[in-house]
């Protein structure tokens, strides 16, 4: 659905000489279909990565056929955490520290063709690729699960009751560095071969974005919602 070489298309790259903002180029990492819309600027990944709310983590589960799992993520700094049940097969499979790929897909468009060859989706995707670890140091197991509550509204940590003990001897949480990674993006209008810009069908863009309703509060919940959440 997608041409083998849109010459035209809006491209998002860095400085390749900017170290400190660009992230090594590495064989899994390395684009090579459509480089142009490939990105390894440190500021894009990590900017892809903290609007996306779902992730997929994928992983080879020992002798078992290779997994792939939605889920919840947050990142601090140049770090990806994830967390879960402490008695869930990926946590504990990811605790031991096993090669995962991750990845994030933002949808902002449909992009309609004259053809049904040219139809595309204007995104913006990340995958980063290292080995996970298991944090065990308290504090930091701390930081990383209110970073996540946090990401769903900003400050409802503060807003709600923290993990007790036991809540937070039953869960695991994972980081994985952002060391290897790469950021792709399609923007821009579809495009059309030139001896197909005669034909008699529409041609255009559908935005699509992901947006928030009004919250429902629970029914035995004898609160109204926060002001930041109408």
Known sequence: MTRANETRQTSVT????????????????????????GSYDAAVVHAILDEALVCHIGFAGGERAPFVIPTTHVRID???????????????SLAEGVEICVTVT???????????FH??????????????????????KRRALDA????????RTAACRGPNEKE????????????EASAKIRTGPPIDDAEDMALPYWAGIVPVQLAR??????ADCDRGPPADLR
């Open 148 to 155: 996540l509550i946090d990401k769903l509204s900003p400050n």
């Open 14 to 37: 860095s400085d390749p000489n900017d170290s400190a903002a660009t992230l090594a180029i590495t064989d899994r990492t390395k684009l090579r279909r459509l480089p142009k819309r």
């Open 78 to 92: 140049d770090c990806l955490y994830v967390h879960g049940s402490a008695a869930s097969h990926m946590l504990r």
């Open 213 to 218: 309703g009004l919250p429902r509060t629970a």
């Open 168 to 179: 937070l001897l039953a869960t695991k949480v994972i980081a994985v560095p952002i060391l």
């Open 106 to 116: 933002l949808i902002d468009g449909l992009v309609f063709a004259r053809s049904a």
């Open 119 to 140: 139809h595309s989706v204007n995104y913006r995707s990340v995958v980063v690729f290292g080995t996970a670890m298991l944090v065990e140091d308290a504090a930091a």
